[in-house]
């Protein structure tokens, strides 16, 4: 029996962004918290590694929603901007097309539509409806259904006759082909879904509603990176009287009396808790963590029939003497390559790993320089690659140095000539590396993919089908991944975990002097 006097103890695995933000709002709740993550620095995959002075934010880059940081700061009495500085990016990025044509997102509409008629002046209108639909998309997707349970079914089935309305049924990519013309428009208004995982064919057009989120609020970057967040994050849980336990593996969920009891560790420690929250991968959740317990819906074959999103190469590197070199090269962009149906078909459908490839650039040295050596500049690469789960799987023991020397040569030609002379610090992370830090099934880099038949009610939910107890956050529940989804999950998760009923004592006031 539980001592009255004792504190209603929360146990979160995994220190990831969406674990982190759970932890917060459980000590909000009057719990008294503990974090536990393999890694030795909390953030998950938005944690970074410093290598030769060069800081390599590993994850997410930039932060589209921050108020969704504000009201979880707010949540727990604190203020984010006191703790995490913001800056704005002027543009959000560019897009850069093979035939030499680019195109740049500037939180100034004006500019933004002049950037359009540069390139498809017929496109204009169709570019306005498309992000009037974004908006409809925005206040329906995001600000409803994203901020509120979707685990009972009846919550599904009262918003059905919306989701036709807004034709939940077509992909991003047709919708951005029914409002403009012109292929590198249709590019620019879908390839976001790959943000978060998603094959822009396929992936319901719902997901249009980040259109709305980069003209509302603004792509920002976070001085310090998402490293410096997750920082703050862990900061706030100490504050509250929460503890993190890193480099500490959870290997099992224990459960006694038909409930979630916490957590056995990889040493064989096992840690008492009133609540649990998973934050690792949903997969691993319940393939790994609950292997010891029959499970009903999400089986083994359950979570391996579902479809995963794609894999990540990512090179982080550093270069000397370049600050004031490729001047035309700012914070963020893309490079395009030259097929985008057929590539993203490679990717997701055969599982094939393509001769060309198309690249997100980042550049953080140009706004924070604190990433990189005096006149030198931090660069990070990613190209989507497939998972490890298809049949004709890549080795990347074999392919890891050819893609890498294949990427440098499309920088080289299309982005930063000269970049092999300049190179300094070399990092390779590939879907084997997400498999095996991340503990992310098939090594993919956002979880489940959010097809329509996978994302909200269909989504493993945030209070587990299978334990009492139990509650999920993190990219594979809903909302969903991305950074706004992730904070998403835990505000989320808040709504269904009660208040502790032996909260912790509020600390001493201060003695006045």
């Not at 059905?160 to 309305?165: A, E």
Request: aromatic share 10%.
């Amino acid at each position: 029996m539980t001592d009255s006097s004792t504190p209603s103890r929360a146990i979160v695995i995994g220190a990831g962004l969406g674990g982190l933000a759970s932890a917060m709002r459980l000590g909000a709740k009057g719990y008294q918290v503990t974090v536990i993550d393999k890694l030795d620095r909390v953030g998950g995959r938005g944690s970074s590694i410093t290598q030769g002075g060069h800081r390599f934010d590993l994850g997410p880059t930039i932060v589209t929603v921050p108020q969704g940081l504000r009201d979880l700061w707010a949540a727990c009495g604190r203020d984010f901007d006191r703790d995490v500085t913001l800056k704005p990016m002027k543009p959000f990025y560019e897009i850069r097309w093979d035939d030499g044509s680019s195109f740049r997102l500037h939180a100034d509409k004006a500019a933004t539509e002049a950037e359009v008629e540069a390139l498809s002046p017929s496109d204009l209108n169709g570019f306005r409806k498309f992000l009037s639909d974004a908006e409809d998309r925005y206040w329906f997707g995001f600000e409803d259904l994203g901020r509120r349970p979707m685990n009972e079914l009846w919550e599904l089935i009262k918003v059905l006759p919306r989701f036709v309305w807004l034709r939940a049924d077509r992909s991003v990519y047709a919708h951005a082909a029914r409002r403009v013309r012109d292929p590198r428009l249709r590019f620019a208004l879908s390839f976001h879904p790959l943000f978060i995982g998603g094959d822009p064919f396929r992936v319901t057009s719902m997901y249009i509603l980040v259109s709305h989120l980069e003209s509302q609020f603004g792509v920002h970057y976070a001085m310090g990176g998402v490293q410096a967040i997750a920082d703050a994050m862990a900061q706030v849980i100490r504050d509250q009287g929460g503890q993190l336990k890193m480099s500490t593996e959870v290997d099992e969920i224990t459960v006694e009396n038909g409930r979630a009891s916490g957590v056995q560790l990889a040493d064989g420690t096992q840690l008492r808790a009133d609540v649990t929250i998973s934050n690792a991968d949903a997969g691993h959740t319940y393939t790994r963590l609950l292997r010891n317990r029959s499970r009903r819906r999400w089986t083994d074959a359950k979570v391996k029939r579902q479809r995963w999103s794609m894999g990540l190469f990512v090179w982080y590197f550093g270069t000397r003497g370049t600050r004031d070199m490729w001047a035309d090269v700012g914070h963020h962009t893309i490079v395009v390559g030259p097929r985008y149906r057929e590539h993203i078909k490679d990717i997701f459908i055969r599982g094939k790993l393509a001769e060309d490839m198309s690249l997100y650039v980042h550049r953080p040295s140009i706004t924070d320089p604190s990433v990189a050596p005096d006149g030198d500049d931090t660069f990070y690469v990613l190209s989507p690659v497939p998972h490890l789960g298809h049949d004709n799987g890549v080795d990347w023991a074999v392919e890891e140095e050819p893609y890498r020397l294949k990427m440098l040569k499309m920088l080289e030609d299309r982005l930063l000539p000269g970049l092999s002379q300049h190179l300094t610090e070399s990092l390779v992370f590939t879907p084997e590396t997400f498999r095996d830090r991340y503990l992310s099934p098939l090594g993919a880099g956002f979880s489940i993919e959010p097809r329509i038949l996978q994302s909200a009610y269909f989504r493993p939910h945030n209070v587990s089908e299978e334990l009492p107890g139990l509650y999920l956050a993190g990219a594979g529940t809903h909302p969903g991944a991305g950074v706004p989804g992730v904070i998403g999950t835990a505000e989320v998760m808040g709504q269904l975990v009660p208040d502790a009923p032996r909260p912790m004592a509020p600390p001493l006031p201060m003695a006045a002097e």
